[in-house]
């Protein structure tokens, strides 16, 4: 039994794969795939699982997604866009579920069912409009700022239907004003009573947390308080999902938002996977091939009235055509908000068989033409005003005010990256820190500096730190963990931008630069160099013959700087120097360099004196004569065999 119950799973889990790679080729989001998955799983396919099954592990999905919601919430920067936000937005989501429900009504669905309908259609796909609007590079241009902002006042009405849904589900009891309004106080208290123990508590949990530099503690703690505070406002009779939205939030201004982010990010999508696979479960096919004809009429209808709703407004509030129609065709599909809904509907018995079904499958399609209608959005703008559509010039994407297209992305902020952010300040060159130690980020935080907490190993961080715009990288921490898997990660993300390496010492110099490395920079070797270039400027040598021989050092990977005459301590395992005096009746006198068999020897010879004048890397048809001195590199037992060779043969 448990082993055909892991079969099912396994099967369902390479479903899953083939769909999101066929999809993923086709350009269409993997909430599609996913969404296929759970038809061929699910009773309408192979019946390997029901919709009952998922549904405890789909919740965990929808929990994880409100607390990531949570932590993209910015109150300042929904302050900075409220007329917009609460303008343009609010009317949107009204408007379109007031005339969703009037629709609703007029073909006999109940006033319980028309409210769900009308709160499914009004929401858009924040996650598909915001990846495309972002690839396209449009979120600066004005149809993407006002598709921005209905897609963030859209996923704040999510709040009250998340506290609607359960009084909607009161066992058939009319549902009263009063009943409304004790709901949203006692979610305004609960939202209050947690900010008020979570501003206070939770940024001190976070700041032990990241003080133990144990990434499994944080991302235990970061799945205990979204899913804790879910319990809470559960047992207030509140959605679990709002709770997490609330522990989401507070910690959204905090330092570690990033961080938190990403640690969630692989729960969250997988969950969400399962969620999504669940809502595929849902789907009747039987009722689809009955009443495809109602669905295709009813997907036109939400598009086209969606689309219209949005048109109206914005040439209301004095848009441009072209902006207008942009933004509307942008907006005009069901979100995957939609689906949250939508299962809390089936869940509390709210929608019948039938309406779930078709709704799901509108909007499975709305989604499947969201991508098409974003992409074409403004060439079919133009062409409704008779003109001809022209390849747009992508523009820079957005990457917030603090980041700019040629930053510096600085990877640690220990005693060197706080000296190069010092210099970069200096120089008026835009750059951004990651670090991983939470006091120093905190006090550079206040300070006012652009440093952020975030494991730089993760791929998620480096991404929300905009890698692919910055047109120089440095990691200045030593580590193995740059060669494993920081470097690397750098060079793939970011293919065009240098990389800067800072290192202890050379011995790794060739690895790192096969890594992706563009330059190397030995810290050891480097404070040679800086002692020499003060030697020889205080002993009178021009600068510029001084810059040109440390150029040469870096040139030939800092080779003259290895090796060093022994002293009493010896290291067996290190290159030494070595000089060799060959007197008259030396083995090598009257023998050419050629005639040495140096790779038989494994030593390396760096420099010949004769007369008080030392050649560097001498020709090898160099006739050897009494008196010259050889300078050998390589290691002490090496040397004295080598020695022995010249002298006595």
């Not at 990434?215 to 319990?231: I, K, Q, R």
């Not at 330092?255 to 399962?274: S, T």
């Not at 747009?392 to 640690?412: H, T, Y």
């Not at 050889?630 to 090496?638: A, H, S």
Request: charged fraction near 20%; proline fraction near 4%.
């Amino acid at each position: 039994m448990e082993h055909s119950f892991l079969i099912q799973i396994l099967l369902m889990l390479v479903v899953a794969i083939v769909s999101i790679a066929i999809l993923r080729r086709a350009g269409l989001p993997a909430i599609l795939a996913y969404l296929m998955t759970g038809i061929i799983s699910g009773p309408s396919g192979f019946h390997w699982f029901t919709q009952h099954q998922m549904q405890s592990v789909a919740e965990l999905g929808v929990v994880l997604l409100m607390f990531s919601l949570g932590l993209e919430f910015s109150l300042p920067r929904l302050w900075a866009m409220r007329r917009t936000v609460f303008g343009l937005g609010s009317a949107q989501v009204l408007v379109t579920a007031a005339l969703s429900i009037v629709i609703a009504l007029l073909c006999n669905l109940s006033v319980t069912e028309s409210i769900v309908v009308g709160s499914a259609i009004a929401l858009s796909s924040t996650a598909i409009v915001l990846k495309l609007l972002n690839e396209q590079g449009w979120l600066r241009r004005r149809h993407g700022e006002l598709s921005v902002s209905v897609l963030l006042f859209q996923d704040i009405a999510v709040v009250p239907l998340l506290i609607l849904l359960p009084l909607l589900a009161s066992d058939g009891a009319p549902l009263l004003l009063s009943d409304v309004a004790y709901a949203l106080l006692k979610g305004i208290l609960a939202f209050i009573a947690l900010m008020a123990f979570g501003k206070w508590a939770l940024p001190r949990l976070f700041d032990e947390v990241a003080r133990s530099r144990s990434n499994e503690l944080f991302v235990l703690s970061t799945l205990v308080v979204a899913l804790v505070t879910g319990a809470i406002t559960q047992w207030l009779g509140l959605s679990m999902a709002l709770g997490a939205f609330m522990a989401g939030m507070l910690l959204s201004e905090s330092q570690y938002r990033r961080q938190l982010e990403a640690d969630i990010r692989p729960f969250r999508d997988l969950l969400m996977g399962l969620f999504f696979i669940s809502i595929g479960m849902l789907l009747d096919f039987q009722l689809v091939t009955q009443f495809w004809w109602q669905i295709i009429l009813v997907l036109i209808a939400v598009i086209l009235g969606k689309a219209l709703v949005i048109f109206s407004l914005l040439k209301l509030a004095k848009e441009s055509f072209r902006v207008s129609v942009s933004t509307a065709l942008s907006l005009a599909q069901v979100g995957e908000f939609s689906f949250v809904v939508l299962a809390l509907a089936v869940n509390y018995q709210l929608l019948d068989v039938k309406t779930s079904t078709t709704l799901v499958m509108v909007a499975v399609l709305s989604m499947a033409l969201a991508p098409w209608l974003v992409r074409h959005s403004v060439d079919i703008a133009r062409m409704l005003q008779g003109l001809k559509p022209k390849p747009e010039k992508s523009e820079p994407i957005a990457v917030g005010a603090d980041v700019a297209d040629d930053m510096v992305l600085i990877l640690g902020y220990g005693r060197v990256g706080q000296t190069i952010a010092r210099f970069m300040k200096t120089e008026a060159i835009p750059y951004l820190v990651l670090d991983l130690d939470p006091k120093r980020v905190s006090e550079a935080r206040a300070a006012g500096e652009p440093v952020y907490f975030g494991d730089v190993c993760k791929r998620s961080i480096l991404k929300q730190a905009h890698v692919r715009h910055a047109k120089l990288i440095v990691i200045t921490f030593s580590s193995e963990r740059i060669l494993e898997e920081v470097l690397p990660l750098c060079r793939q993300l970011a293919p065009d931008a240098k990389i800067l390496v800072r290192t202890r010492d050379d011995s790794g110099m060739e690895e790192l630069e096969e890594a992706g490395a563009s330059q190397v920079i030995p810290e050891t070797l480097e404070g040679s160099l800086m002692l020499v270039s003060q030697v020889l400027y205080q002993c009178g040598v021009p600068l510029a013959r001084i810059l040109k021989r440390l150029e040469s050092e870096r040139r030939n990977h800092y080779q003259y700087l290895h090796g060093f005459f022994s002293g009493a301590e010896t290291d067996f395992t290190l290159e030494l120097l070595h000089a060799v005096s060959l007197p008259k009746g030396a083995n090598a006198v009257g023998l050419t360099l050629a005639d040495i068999p140096w790779e038989k020897l494994r030593v390396e010879l760096r420099a010949v004196r004769r007369a008080g004048a030392e050649v560097d890397n001498p020709e090898l048809d160099w006739q050897i004569k009494p008196g010259d001195i050889l300078i050998l590199l390589g290691k002490p037992r090496r040397i004295e065999k080598a020695e022995t060779f010249l002298l006595q043969g």
